[in-house]
């Protein structure tokens, strides 16, 4: 099992599969998983999902981002989805992935298109949430965090219960609205639980604590065990159902989406939309191989095989050249 998931993160790590994805369009089942490749196609899927009574959060994909140039694209974009979302008054709000933004590029940088973007939000009105990344990427994040909180108060970030040092930050962090995570990345036993039952607990933890001390709770997880207890812990504590919300990825476990809103909870589908959905969809699929049913519904078309081939190809080669 953590081989499959070494194997899926490390496809989602290597660029030249992902510029090769990025020419390659929507395929390999990822059109099941991204909401469309432009603004206006993600608009209308918002819309399908808001008249069920879902709110969403938008992501514009992308990551490796080396260059000003392509972080100023990518802001542009998230620029004009913040502009969709009000034109068309949807139930939306932004999330964004710092390094898009030029993090890993130089931290003024990013800063400044952080905060062009989170200013046009917040005239409107409209929530930024700031996904989090890989270790290396998550002070820096949450030193941005709270410079713009100075200023803007419509902004939040994700808190990844595979961390030490997440209870710390949860107690830190209460009082922005926060997205609980057990998270997605492949990290170092120095930094993280390695065992899938630590980081369960843990991630109960953080939510119970978030929702008796912080400000608003988004609990970002299919598992339903932890939706259940959940339901359980607010009723006992008496919790009301508008200081928190479920949220589930897009293409995944409609049906629980669909019962927990009728059920009277919040309920947001993070949408994911654009070309560069590699890095996202293996990600998917180290965290649930079964997500490969997605990806055998197109195993018959020619280019998907021979790009699968590829993958596996660079990642034995990634393999072999570490061991050495
Ligand atoms: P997990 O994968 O641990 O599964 C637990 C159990 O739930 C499974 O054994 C199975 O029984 C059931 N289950 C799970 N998926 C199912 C499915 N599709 N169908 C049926 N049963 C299923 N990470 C990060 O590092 N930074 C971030 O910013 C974010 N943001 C984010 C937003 C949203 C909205 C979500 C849902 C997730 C993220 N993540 C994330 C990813 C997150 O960290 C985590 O990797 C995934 O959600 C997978 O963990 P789960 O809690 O969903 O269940």
Redesign the pocket.
Known sequence: MSLVRDFFIGLSENKLLNSAAKKYGLKLGAQLVVAGTNVDETIESIKKLNAQGISC?VDNLGEFVFDKSEAIEAKEKILSVVEAIHTHEVDAHI?LKPSQLGLDIDYDFCFDNLKEIVAKANQYGIFVNF???DYDRLQPSFDILESLSKEYDNIGT?I?SYFYRAEEDIKKYKDFRL?I?????KEPEEYAYQD?KDI?DN?IKLIEYHLLHGKFT?I???????IDHVKEFVKVNNISNDKFEF???YG??YDLQLELVRQGYNE?T?VPFGNDWYGYFM?RLA??P??LNLVAKQVFNKKTNTFIGLAAGAFLLGRLTKKK
């Open positions: 959060t999330s996904d989090m990344e994700v990844q997205r995570v057990k998270g997605a990345y899938k369960d991630y988004s970002a997880t299919h598992d339903h065990n932890v949220q589930m990825l995944f476990r947001c993070y990600r965290e649930r079964q997500n």
